[in-house]
């Protein structure tokens, strides 16, 4: 290992476990509080504002959503109000046992993100509300049409660092023959939406490739920074013979390009790997992994390595 990169890595290791010593005695000063309990209620945590918390929770009715938020006053948890939201828009599509809600407080808003499948379509939807609860937009922002496996769709939601924007991915399964009796392939379909919270509209919207250098692209753990660029870990596998990773690297997509730059990353000495982005507050990321017991960390920037 060149001396300037042991030298980073040991400095990296300092920096994280300055951070979670001072969490451990953080919290050995901070008085415990316990949220009053609501019957038969699984709270999820909104945000928070003005002295308050929020968190909601989800109960399906029929084909509806209704979803339930429980302000508390932040310095005892004494509950102030409670509020209903009927998500009713829903048939003919279904919310079922795959689809989630993917919820925050953010912007003195409420932003709903909510999936529904339909015939095999996946579709992702966003409702956004003030402080009030009123109903500011109702967008869908994405579908992926016609691959047959919509019980396999699946998406997620990041913030920027400065809340003002998300990147939502939205995954299907697609099937292709090569040719008429062969084989059905099956492949990640990867749509990445990029959507302005402060002026709820979509900056952009790009499907992924299902495969590169004739192996399966596979995308995960994504990332967007201030100026709406995304970073994610990207992979290749064998089409056959279930997931066998070929390589491993970091994707990058420029909000103005439409190519995901790919930075590869050396795993040859571990037959497995746990890989993993943590984001810092100027959109930079670090790479954590797991090879043979030892840890590594490796710091992007612009989806390039920072330090060598």
């Known amino acids: 290992m060149p001396a300037k990169t042991h030298i980073m890595h040991k400095l990296l290791y300092i920096i ?17 509080k316990e949220i009053p309990k609501v019957k038969n209620r ?67 808003k409420f932003y709903f993100f909510y999936s529904l499948v339909h015939s095999g379509d996946f579709h992702i939807y966003l409702k956004t509300f ?6 500011i937009k109702d ?37 292709r023959k090569k040719a008429v009796g062969a084989n059905t392939e099956i492949f990640d379909n990867t749509e990445l939406i990029n959507y302005d919270l402060v002026n709820e509209k979509v900056i952009f919207s790009k499907r992924l490739p299902i495969e590169m250098n004739g192996l ?11 100026a709406g660029n995304v970073t994610c870990i990207a992979s290749i596998a064998d089409r ?30 571990s037959p497995t790997i746990a890989p993993y982005l943590w984001q810092l507050k100027n959109g930079d990321v670090i790479f954590y992994a797991i090879l043979n017991d030892n840890t590594i960390f490796q710091y992007y920037t612009a989806g390039k390595k920072k330090f060598e």
């Open 130 to 135: 003030d402080e009030k609860l009123n109903l």
């Open 139 to 175: 967008t869908e922002l994405g579908i992926i049409v016609e691959t047959g496996y919509e019980l396999l769709g699946s998406y997620s939601v990041a913030f920027s660092p400065d809340d003002k924007t998300a990147v939502i991915a939205l995954k299907n399964r697609c099937e």
């Open 240 to 269: 056959k013979g279930g997931n066998t990773i070929q390589g491993i690297g970091i994707g990058y997509l420029e909000k103005s390009k439409e190519k995901v730059e790919i930075t590869e990353v050396d795993v040859s000495q």
């Open 16 to 32: 994280l476990s300055l951070f979670l010593l001072t969490g451990v005695l953080g919290a050995q000063n901070t008085e415990s």
């Open 42 to 108: 699984d709270l999820k945590f909104l945000g928070t504002n003005a002295g308050n918390v929020f968190f909601y929770d989800m109960t399906p009715i029929k084909k509806n959503i209704l979803l339930k938020v429980y302000k508390y006053k932040e310095s005892n948890l004494d509950l102030i109000e409670t509020k209903e939201v009927l998500i009713d828009n829903v048939a003919p599509k279904v919310f079922n046992y795959r689809c989630e809600i993917n919820a925050s407080f953010k912007n003195n």
């Open 216 to 226: 399966r692209f596979i995308t995960g753990n994504y990332k967007t920074d201030n």
